[in-house]
């Protein structure tokens, strides 16, 4: 990939976006739990976590020529995180009305994810 690239890839439970710039890549991995999160329900992820999630998706393809475990190994850092779901029961107080994206969290590929 050249700097300026955006790609969106999906395969089987997995979304990943990747931004290019000069110098440095910025990648978000998006993976489906088995039942979502909603708040203030908060999962505190370990090493141990990352670890497994890293190994059942190292085989994965991002690009026609990278695997997941490439882009793992060129990491500079991460931090792995539940993406909660909700709604807000009342769009609206006093003169402020929610529309569109503040009334709702975006969730990437309309999945319940995590990201790493």
Known sequence: MKSGDMLETHDTGVLFHIFTQPTLSF??????????????EQTRYTEDDV???VKKYSKVH????????????????????SLEEGVQKRWYWKRI????????????????????
Do not use: C, N, Q
């Open 62 to 81: 991002v690009t026609r020529d990278v695997l997941f475990e490439d882009m793992w190994k060129a990491r500079s850092r991460h931090k792995l995180a």
């Open 97 to 116: 009305v929610l529309l569109g994206d503040s009334a709702h969290k975006v969730r990437a590929a309309a999945l319940p994810t995590l990201t790493l």
């Open 27 to 40: 990648w978000f991995m998006y993976i489906t739990l088995d039942k979502p999160t909603h708040w203030p």
């Open 51 to 53: 670890d497994a999630v």
